[in-house]
């Protein structure tokens, strides 16, 4: 059978919530935020989704088995601005694609590029079934075009089963242009960190394979000792496996991670929280070859971007241009990328991190 498509508009979105969709476990309510921000709320058997469908189609926040698996920020709501530090604190933000990252010497381009809050021009609700039954699924599409520069469209899906405390993310990028463009991507996906929260990952944990980032950016304002903590993170990255609290992640480590994949080409991260269940991310290295982990622990914001995957390392488009970083996609060509990140049961826990061991096992 042929999903159903719910196309949106902004008039549908009102400042009271009203239920939208109404399918055996799912509900989906539009709503806008005092800000004026429209939002999507879809709602399973195990949690519920808020999505910002015409502001870079964040995830603005995920909620599982009664678990707010969310960054916490200095942001109740999202804004409406395209200006990435005014309106920080989503679950999932896609950033790129023409650059990405901090921007160094010689850049021009904003903070993790256009996506992050781009305003897209359609959105729509897909209803299906597959092979993991029901599903509700939010798509659109956002035209970035500059003359002489750039033409291309983002073309993102988040997908929740009716019983799943997972969801699946999609972006397709595609060049409209006839000869190549640059091309960037990174998936900024934020966790909520806990204390003795125990971080398991499918790589071989040294020096050589976790590196920290010790090129400070700009709009970072270290204290002391911030220094040697990173020192001492990069002879031994284990010790930031275990949140500690009090571990000095203020205002934020980043680090580079070189991953190992399963047969089927997925890798793999875990929070373990100490009851045993887990948030997870899996990611694929051939489509997204950077691991990017960034962690922020302070009084205001507190942040796991357990992995953010990535095409490149986020230093800028200059630098990251110079070290063979930045892809060329070809004129009518597509770029896809896909991941799954959300919770996982202490069952499921358990038995992720035996097929982590079993990844690492003959690398060590």
């Not at 001492?232 to 284990?238: E, G, K, N, V």
């Not at 100490?274 to 960034?294: C, E, F, N, T």
């Not at 990140?341 to 690398?363: F, K, R, V, Y």
Request: with cysteine.
């Amino acid at each position: 059978m042929q999903p159903t498509l719910v196309h949106l508009a902004d008039l549908m979105f009102g400042e009271r919530e009203k239920l939208l969709i109404e399918q055996g476990a799912f509900k989906v309510y539009t709503f806008r935020f005092s800000s004026g921000t429209c939002a999507l709320r879809i709602v399973n058997a195990r949690g519920e989704l808020v999505c910002l469908p015409f502001q870079g189609q964040q995830i603005w926040s995920a909620v599982f088995d009664g678990r707010n698996l969310t960054m916490k920020s200095m942001f109740d709501q999202p804004k409406p601005t395209q200006t990435y530090l005014e309106t920080y604190g989503g679950f999932l933000l896609h950033c790129g694609a023409t650059a990405m990252g901090v921007p160094g010497p010689g850049d021009s381009h904003p903070l993790h590029g256009e996506l992050p809050n781009a305003i897209y021009q359609a959105a729509y609700l897909e209803l299906g079934e597959d092979a993991q039954g029901s599903y509700v699924a939010l798509g659109g599409t956002y035209r970035h075009t500059v003359a002489f520069n750039y033409n291309y469209i983002a073309q993102p899906v988040t997908r929740l089963h009716e019983n799943a405390a997972l969801v699946q993310v999609e972006m397709t990028i595609t060049n409209l242009k006839n000869t190549d463009m640059p091309l960037m991507y990174l998936a900024h996906a934020n966790f909520r960190p806990v204390n003795d929260g125990r971080l398991v990952y499918s790589a071989v944990a040294n020096s050589q394979n976790v590196r920290v980032r010790t090129n400070i950016p700009s709009h970072v304002h270290p204290l002391p000792g911030y220094k040697e903590f990173l020192d001492d993170l990069q002879q031994d990255p284990s010790i930031h496996h275990i949140l500690k609290k009090g571990l000095a992640f203020d205002p934020e480590v980043v680090f580079y991670i070189d991953y190992l994949a399963d047969e089927m080409g997925w890798a793999h991260s875990l929070q373990v929280h100490p009851d045993g269940s887990s948030d997870y991310i899996a990611h694929k290295p051939a489509q997204l070859r950077k691991g990017v982990r960034w962690i922020c622990r302070t009084a205001d914001q507190d942040a796991l971007g357990l992995i953010l995957p990535a095409t490149a390392e986020p230093e800028g488009y200059s630098i990251e241009d110079s070290k063979g970083n930045v892809l060329r996609l070809p004129g009518k060509a597509s770029f896809f990328l896909e991941m799954v990140m959300g919770l996982l049961t202490q069952a499921e826990t358990a038995s992720m991190e035996q097929s982590i061991q079993n990844i690492i096992g003959g690398h060590v």
